[in-house]
């Protein structure tokens, strides 16, 4: 399994960006998707976003569309999460995930046994 490590959380105000990472350990993060998942205390799993091997493909959950963007930089074995226009309700831990079998497109229904985990990093919004 590839080793992921997340960082970028942190506690801003409502309206601020923040830009998450996630390293895969060396040469482990190919031919990988991968994506974005949150959860807030006391609720489900969510998942926000998830991007193909190669960038060729994204996709998004309801509540990242149009202000989050998840990018990848595969020479620095790096995906990034772009959070702009923060909302309270954005505050959670966030986790990233790599799947080789998954596409973008199938990334939200990765179950938290298959694929890789990251531990998460930390995301607080205040209004």
């Known amino acids: 399994q590839v080793q992921l490590a997340e960082s970028g959380g942190g506690l801003v105000q409502a309206g601020d960006s923040l830009r998450l990472l996630c390293v895969a350990s060396?040469?482990?993060?190919?031919?990988?998707?991968m994506g974005w998942f949150r959860q807030a205390p006391g609720r489900e799993r969510e998942f926000v976003a998830a991007?193909?091997?190669?960038?060729?493909?994204?996709y998004y959950g309801e509540s990242a569309k149009g202000r989050f963007t998840i990018s990848r930089d595969d020479a620095k074995n790096t995906v990034y999460l772009q959070m702009n226009n923060l909302r309270p309700e954005d505050t959670a831990d966030y986790y990233c995930a790599a799947d080789k079998y998954s596409s973008a497109r199938a990334m939200p229904v990765l179950r938290p046994n298959d694929g890789s985990w990251g531990r998460g990093t930390q995301v607080t919004v205040s209004s």
């Open positions: 060396e040469d482990s993060s190919r031919p990988y998707t």
């Open positions: 991007i193909n091997w190669g960038a060729t493909g994204t």
